[in-house]
């Protein structure tokens, strides 16, 4: 099992803040490092749940993303198959 862990931001469009994104992913098959970071850098805007599931169907893996938004942590896993 393979695990990779990336930090990444994006703007919430409901009130244009910054918020950062932490990523895990865990997959018995190997991810490129340069594969994670295009996918990361192509997200600029969105909800943290939309985000999950475009870099769950791009990437793959189990995954996990945490982030803080107006004092809220939010916590989303995408599992694969």
């Given amino acids: 099992m393979n695990t ?3 930090t990444f931001s994006a703007v919430c ?3 244009g803040e910054m918020i950062i994104y932490r990523l895990e992913i865990r997959s ?3 991810i490129h490092v340069e594969h994670i970071r295009a ?3 192509l997200i600029k805007k969105g909800w943290h ?3 999950a599931d475009r870099l769950a169907e791009s990437l793959g893996g189990d ?3 945490i ?3 107006q004092g809220v942590e939010i ?3 995408r599992l694969s198959g």
């Fill in 13 to 15: 469009p409901a009130d």
């Fill in 75 to 77: 916590e989303t896993v």
């Fill in 67 to 69: 982030a803080t938004h």
């Fill in 49 to 51: 749940e939309q985000i």
């Fill in 63 to 65: 995954q996990t993303i």
């Fill in 28 to 30: 018995p098959a190997m």
């Fill in 39 to 41: 996918a990361t850098a």
């Fill in 4 to 6: 990779y862990r990336h």
